[in-house]
């Protein structure tokens, strides 16, 4: 996939991923759903979904590591800051965007820019959560939320 047609997927995604309500038990639905993909395929990563006050469900799965519950809120915190995936924002730069890094912008302790979070958009409400995963090369952590998001959106129909 060239970096033009990611770019662009990743900024329809930012449109079209969004949910009629998002609730605990939606959480916990889609938390469920990405582990279980990710079990099914023996990868070794961290599921969280939080909202800006607290951590709504966590799955830390075989082969995953410490590093990974560090990455993932470091994901989360950008995604939920910025409004954005963090994978697509990873693409912006990539093309030449703003290094969120650079000095008194963006502070590496807290935030990372590496895909794998994607914010909880509800309609007529705006981001209210965001669910992550770290582990897997960034195009995949990313790839395995937008399936269970897109997952939930089937189950609300």
Request: glycine residues 10%; without cysteine; hydrophobic residues 45%.
């Amino acid at each position: 996939m060239s970096d033009q047609t990611r770019l662009d997927q990743l900024e329809r995604e930012h449109v079209e991923l969004v949910l009629r309500r998002f609730d605990r038990k939606d959480a916990w639905d889609l938390g469920r759903g990405i582990a279980e993909r990710a079990l099914a395929a023996s990868a070794p990563v961290a599921v969280d979904i939080r909202t800006a006050g607290g951590v709504l469900f966590h799955a830390s799965l075989p082969g995953a590591t410490a590093d990974n519950d560090v990455w993932a809120a470091k994901k989360a915190a950008t995604a939920l800051r910025l409004e954005t995936s963090s994978a697509l924002l990873e693409e912006r730069i990539a093309q030449g965007g703003r290094d969120m890094h650079e000095p008194g912008w963006l502070d590496r302790a807290t935030y990372a820019v590496a895909g794998g979070a994607v914010p909880i958009r509800v309609a007529g409400v705006g981001v209210v959560a965001v669910a992550t995963v770290s582990g897997l090369p960034s195009a995949d952590d990313h790839d395995l939320v937008v399936e269970g998001i897109r997952g939930l959106q089937l189950l609300a129909g």
